[in-house]
């Protein structure tokens, strides 16, 4: 049997369920508060994951969510706009969870955002809640659906080829005390539909934070989604993300996460499952980790079925005291013949006090199929740190230079130039922290 | 049917060649595990107080802990209390081969290792295990002579315990997991091999290990100590009669190598792996680690599994000492319904540390073939470097290979590379040997032998061709 964490929040969680649960049969309709007390019981028998689980084995979570957590209550941010004031897109506002309409643009056509009251009215979109991420045995999983507080959905119209990205700001604030933030969302790409978006997220205040955030996403058939996740929440915040997306025929899913913020402890799951044949997955993914931030990613690409293509390259550095984890699974399917799947995960580790957890790893049920993946963990190039030396470039300089192109390789694949740019800004500012040891 | 197909159905059907029971008198220990068995079998064995008192430790450890579950394989439940812990054929004390059971001689016969040939013919020295206790051991004295202490685990306590009790349960401690502690806690026998320093083993030293009484577990402990700048070469090699009901074996193999040692283990292992329905085949769960403990030290396993129905282990190496390397070369080929779950574990301590892995797995019918490896550079590893690789060839549709591996780094200096790769045959590779006038058969055993030929080539000579025999037998008439 797991062990899981049974510390004071879980304490005040399974406190609470009862009295929300009473407030919630009110204004949510049955089916969820049914849903919602089963997620309760597991989440209940089996606690908060603890390192005993595979899953979570080099994240303690009981480090992270030692701080008295409530629900959080302030709703109003300071400010907004906190990214990509330059870029050229529609702009959607979610505070604390919560969608913020009047800090948020207009939908472009052939889109259409709700929020959590339309969203459960919207029977089309309701009865989609939970059922992409199901997974019965994830405690973590039934800890957001007994307790997210709202619930937003985008629609992609079938057809509908939305030129200019949709940019959601998930904004958290923490002023007076610490805070436990539970939301999801819902993204459902129809048929031969094209949009990309981006989101970033971001925290106001020093109060400590937990954010539980599941998105599930859905690309049906011929549908081309692009999604870029730019992580710049702060230090104070311990963000942990489960997305899970369904892949139908022929669609198409480009991913990048990039965590290069300050932020305390990221823990991403992202979850793609290839339901039908013909689809193609890229994912990216960049992390720069100073003093004792956490940055755990773990992927799934499943491949269910023939004739699908997956690539997937995570680079991160390290500094300091810092930890990285990555998680790369690849599961073939017997039925997923012709299968090509590719990964590498790619590690600077600069700190003898950090470490790097890097798990690549295969389940191959089908043999006609071409699966490899990689994995390294090293330095800088001491001839290239030398060549730069020789022609005047002084060491800090060329060991930024190293780690910005090493870098380079992952944000040079984002198509979006502003956004491009942007995620240059935040690893030259972060390259550019006093106290950052280099070479 | 195509020719692909008839291939796989020849490779599902084809049978164990190496089933037979031998029917020599057996003394057995009563079913059941209870401190009552260790004392018995302590008695029986004649031994000191603290090696009783520490098998009773271990004993104890074991009832204390639970079976594991993270394993890649659906794993039986094994009824201890149903094993008999001690089983040694009656006939003892023998001087010379000439003695030994004649059917026992027709056996190794059968196995293509006739002791009488080997003896003259490949200058090695032959501990043989049948079953749990030595009942032949040559080249002794020119080994003495040398001061190389060679012999049963059992004669080793009563006549160096000093020694054992110096070194046993130091790099594998009782309670590491629940098969070790229940090995610690009954081996009735095994190897112990003591180089001294500056002593380069003037021979391969080698040990037959046959699984041959019903009901047995066979819970060997295998110690080997490589003094200060000696040198050996270990080969293992096992091979088990048919049976329908499973058998568990649970050893222990523990190496220790002190400055400048070095010490290359191989093992060619081919129990008996259940008929083409699953049924029956060998539990073989084996913990194997050593220790680079002095600087400049090395230590290689190489390993060929072709047999047993689950096989579940991670020999290992523990770099502690500066500018030590450890070596795994594998070769798991799995077929019917067999399971692997094996891999190693390089543990990097000791500044300038160099490990290389290479792992080969071949899965055929409905058979699932698991890598899984530990690499983890501690923080004083400087300079550490480690080189990994991992595929896996698939032969047939329903089978599986699996990649575990996880990576460690806690050094700035250290630099680790794995890389993993699966496929099956190319078609043009086989294409190609077509035109040039091999039929697909021999074509697939061509390829599968030029993908397993980076490990083979670790072997030393005798087990290579053996390794190659097994290897054309699991693709017999056969393979692809």
């Known amino acids: ?439 | 049917m195509s020719k692909d197909q008839e291939l796989l159905e020849s490779l599902a059907t084809s049978e164990y060649e190496y089933g037979f029971s031998t029917n020599i008198e057996m003394e057995m220990a009563p079913k059941g595990l209870n401190e009552d068995t260790i004392r018995y079998i302590s008695a029986k064995k004649n031994e000191p107080e603290w090696l009783l008192e520490w098998r009773l430790k271990a004993l104890n450890r074991f009832l204390e802990m639970e079976m594991p579950h993270w394993q890649n394989f659906d794993l039986p439940e094994i009824d201890f209390q149903d094993i008999s812990y001690y089983a040694a054929p009656k006939k003892k004390q023998l001087n010379s081969l000439d003695e030994v059971d004649p059917e026992l001689l027709e056996t190794f016969e059968k196995l293509g290792i006739p002791l009488n040939e080997q003896k003259i013919l490949s200058g090695v020295a032959v501990d043989v295990v049948f079953d749990s206790v030595s009942v032949a051991t040559t080249f002794k004295e020119k080994l003495a002579e040398k001061g190389v202490i060679f012999c049963s685990f059992g004669e080793a306590v009563q006549n160096h315990p000093d020694l054992v009790k110096k070194y046993l349960g130091t790099v594998v401690p009782v309670s590491d997991n629940i098969f070790a502690a229940l090995n610690s806690a009954v081996f009735s026998d095994g190897s112990f091999a003591y180089i001294p320093k500056g002593v380069r083993c003037p021979m391969e030293l080698s040990t037959y290990f046959r699984i041959n009484a019903m009901n047995s577990g066979q819970f060997e402990r295998t110690l080997i100590v490589a003094d200060d700048a000696s040198y050996v070469s270990y080969l293992e090699g096992c091979t088990a009669p048919m049976r329908d009901e499973n058998q568990l074996h649970a050893a222990v193999v523990e190496i220790i190598a002190l400055d400048d040692a070095e010490v290359k283990y191989s093992t060619v292992q081919n129990w008996y792996p259940g008929d083409k329905e699953g049924k029956g085949g060998v539990y073989n769960f084996v913990t194997k680690r050593g220790i680079c403990k002095g600087n400049n030290s090395k230590i290689s396993w190489t390993q060929v599994e072709t047999g047993s129905a689950i096989t579940w282990k991670y020999p290992g190496v523990i770099l502690k000492g500066d500018n030590s390397s450890g070596e795994f070369y594998s070769v798991a080929m799995t077929r019917n319904h067999q399971q692997a779950d094996t891999g190693t574990k390089m543990i990097h301590l000791g500044k300038n540390t160099k490990s290389r892995i290479i792992s080969k797995g071949i899965s055929a019918g409905k058979s699932h073939n698991s890598y899984r490896g530990l690499v983890s550079i501690g923080p004083n590893a400087d300079n550490a470097r480690n080189f990994t690789q991992c595929d896996s060839l698939l032969i047939g549709d329903r089978c599986g290979a699996h990649t575990f591996p996880y990576i460690e780094g806690k050094n700035s200096t250290a630099i680790i590379e794995h890389e993993a790769t699966t496929s099956k045959i190319a078609e043009d590779q086989i294409f190609y040997l077509n035109q040039r006038g091999l039929d697909t058969e021999k074509a697939v055993a061509l390829i599968v032998n030029g993908y397993a030929r980076e490990v083979l080539n670790n072997l030393p000579m005798e087990f290579a061709v053996e390794a190659q025999k097994l290897l054309a037998i699991s693709l017999d008439g056969s393979v692809g």
């Not at chain 1, 459902?188 to 925290?203: C, G, Q, R």
């Not at chain 1, 109060?207 to 011929?222: K, L, M, R, T």
């Not at chain 1, 997955?281 to 755990?296: I, S």
């Open chain 1, 1 to 439: 049997m797991e062990k899981g964490i049974f510390n004071n929040f879980y304490t005040y969680l399974t406190g609470a369920f009862a009295g929300r649960q009473q407030a919630a049969r009110l204004t949510e309709p049955g089916w969820l508060t049914e849903k919602r007390e089963a997620a309760f019981a597991l989440f209940a028998e089996k606690g908060i994951p603890s390192r005993k689980s595979e899953e979570w084995r080099f994240t303690n979570l009981e480090k992270f969510l030692s701080h008295e957590f409530k629900f959080q209550q302030e709703v109003i941010p300071e400010r907004s706009g906190l990214a990509l004031e330059e870029l050229e897109a529609s702009r959607i506002v979610i505070v604390n969870g919560r969608f913020a309409a009047d800090l948020s643009d207009p939908i472009p056509d052939g889109m259409t955002f709700l929020d959590t009251k339309a969203a459960l009215a919207d029977a089309r979109f309701a009865e989609k809640l939970g059922t992409v991420a199901d997974f019965p045995d994830n405690p973590m999983l039934a800890l957001n659906t007994a307790f997210f507080s709202e619930f937003s959905v985008l629609h992609i119209e079938a057809k509908a080829v939305v030129e200019k990205p949709l940019h959601i700001e998930h904004i958290y604030t923490s002023h007076a005390s610490a805070a436990f933030i539970a939301y999801r969302t819902l993204v459902v790409a129809e048929k031969l539909s094209e949009a990309t978006l981006i989101e970033t997220f971001h925290s106001e205040g020093g109060a400590p934070v937990f954010v539980d955030f599941v998105s599930e996403q859905q690309v049906d058939e011929g549908a081309v989604f692009h999604s870029h996740m730019i992580n710049n929440v702060g230090e104070n915040v311990c963000f942990v993300q489960h997305r899970e997306v369904c892949q139908f025929r022929n669609s198409v899913l480009n991913n990048s996460n990039i965590s290069l913020g300050d932020a305390g402890m990221i823990r991403n799951d992202l979850n793609f499952r290839l339901k039908e044949s013909g689809t193609e997955t890229n994912l990216l993914g960049a992390y720069l980790v100073t003093g004792e931030q956490h940055v755990d990613n773990h992927t799934l690409v499943d491949h269910q079925m023939p004739h699908c293509n997956s690539s997937e390259l995570y680079k991160g550095i390290l500094h300091d005291k810092s930890r990285a984890v990555f998680n790369g699974k690849v599961f073939v399917r017997q039925d997923a013949q012709k299968t090509n799947a590719f990964q590498q995960n790619n590690n600077l580790l600069l700190s003898n006090q950090a470490t790097v957890n890097s798990k690549p790893q295969l389940e191959i049920f089908a043999d006609d199929v071409k699966c490899s993946h990689g994995s390294t963990v090293g330095q800088m190039n001491k001839d290239a740190l030398f060549y730069l030396k020789a022609r005047g470039i002084g060491e800090e300089t060329a060991g930024r230079l190293l780690m910005q192109a090493f870098v380079f390789d992952i944000l040079s694949r984002i198509e979006i130039p502003e956004l491009r740019d942007f995620t240059e800004e935040l690893l030259h500012k972060k390259l550019h922290t006093e106290n950052l040891v280099i070479a």
